[in-house]
């Protein structure tokens, strides 16, 4: 018995052997670890996460500490481990480095900015202040006949609104002559800074500093005498007669306007004025405008029983999620017949959610038509590039739209921005515009269609406060029309000056689709749209 455990042991021994002597040379599988969400403190807007650079970048309210910035949840892929114990309180005003493991490990990055407003203005000042926030230096220009012994100081601002304290009342501060001020600021209790504030006299009265030219409207920014008569004029080029611009909005000493009604492809003459003093003529030209194909929604086909909208042999440009559905023998977008009330077309479009299963597995689908093209399924998931190039600068869109608004009987995951919603509660339609500059590169798509959005990843959805957007409009429907409504949804810009390079454009009668959460019962029909210039 003993001999027979010997051998045993023995051979076990052997076997060890043997095993240590195999290599192990099946590689692990790659696996992609990301941040899918974080949420945190005191921000201004939801975080932004860019899967291609690995960063996730927190916008923070000015008054947030940004030594103290609470994190209160991170989501990671499945079975990530983070050398950084989340929920906790981090120092953001240099980089968090997070490092994910796996089978591998991928270093991710947590950025914090923070804009605080801040400003001086004098009474009868030139143009706007400088501020230098790096080295606390208040600057603002004055006109060469200003009386520098009796500055009167009318708003200021140098630290977070409602949190700082100054050493001495900065209204009382009226003797710049030859001379800056120094004043103290104190604000989270330990933070000081010394700043330094001075008035300059300038002899330029009047100056521009942006024209901006549309297709039909020119924008125009200029600084002056604050309290002084100033506007601005145009022509076209090559016109005797000078137009007074209109509805001129003045802010301490800089002025703008926009003139709009104009032609396209016109060369423009305009000047800035202030009391007497006038700028040097400035000419610019305006744009072209572009027109939607298929705005009528009239052009359809089917290929291989899947329904498009555009023409038979036509060029894609409007997309749908068809090309998924139809693995479940399932349509949700198709033309219907049913227009708006004195269209000159035959069709309209329908939106249908609806739920698509396939052997037996299924997901909600939310009824859909978009600028772009479907990219494919991942396993039971979606692939969607958003996006067709453009460069015009629409200040709206209009159209008509009828919504019958369910009630939600499909829950897939809870939507970021409604996490109070459930089932039960009424669905939510969703009408959105976006003109940006994205890039394939930076998006994972294509140069027609450079934003690439996978339902599987949250970090992927579209931020309509991504750094990349130009122009953004959106409509959220909350309850059913009584027929067809007419709509115009002005974009809002955040700056005039930079030319887009795509436009995004979605209609869906379930908004947080891509959650797979909606109405089966919610119905969208889209009729007869127009850029609006």
Known sequence: MRRGLVYMASGIMMLVAMVGCINNDVPYPVVKLDIMSLEA???TSPVTIDNTSRKVLLSLEETTDIRNVKITNVQFTDGARSSVNFPGTFDLRTPLYVELTKYQS???????????????????????SEIDSKHYIATAYVPMDHDL???VITDIKLGPKDITTYSVDPLTLTDFDDTARNITITYHDDIEE?????????????????????????????????GAERGFK??????EEWIAVEDVKNNGGSFSACVDELDTLTEYEVVAFSNDSFTEVVKVTT??????????LEEWSTNNNVVYPYAEGGVPFWGTGNDGAALASTTLTVPVSDVRPGSEGSYAASLQSKKAAIMGLGKFAAG???????????GMDGLVNFGRPCTARPVALRGWYKYNCGVIDEYGKTPTARPELQKGDNDEGQIMIAVGNWTAEEYGGSTDCPVVVNTKDESTFFNKSGKNVIGVGEMILTESTDGWVEFTLPLEYITTSVVPTHIIIVFTGSRFGDYFTGSTQSLMLVDDLELVY
């Open 287 to 296: 744009e072209d405008v572009w027109a939607l194909p298929n705005s009528g």
């Open 41 to 43: 403190e005191g921000l």
């Open 368 to 378: 859909n038509l978009f600028l772009g093209e479907f990219g494919g399924l991942v």
């Open 106 to 128: 991928w270093e991710w990055t947590i950025l914090a900015t923070q804009n605080i407003e801040r400003y001086f203005k004098v009474d009868g000042q030139i143009g706007e």
């Open 194 to 226: 010394i700043w330094t504030l001075r008035v300059i006299p300038t002899d330029v009265e009047v100056e521009f500093k942006g024209v901006d030219a549309w297709a039909k409207r020119i924008w125009l920014y200029a600084e002056g005498r604050d």
């Open 234 to 239: 145009y022509r076209k080029a090559g016109a």
């Open 149 to 151: 012994k009796n500055v």
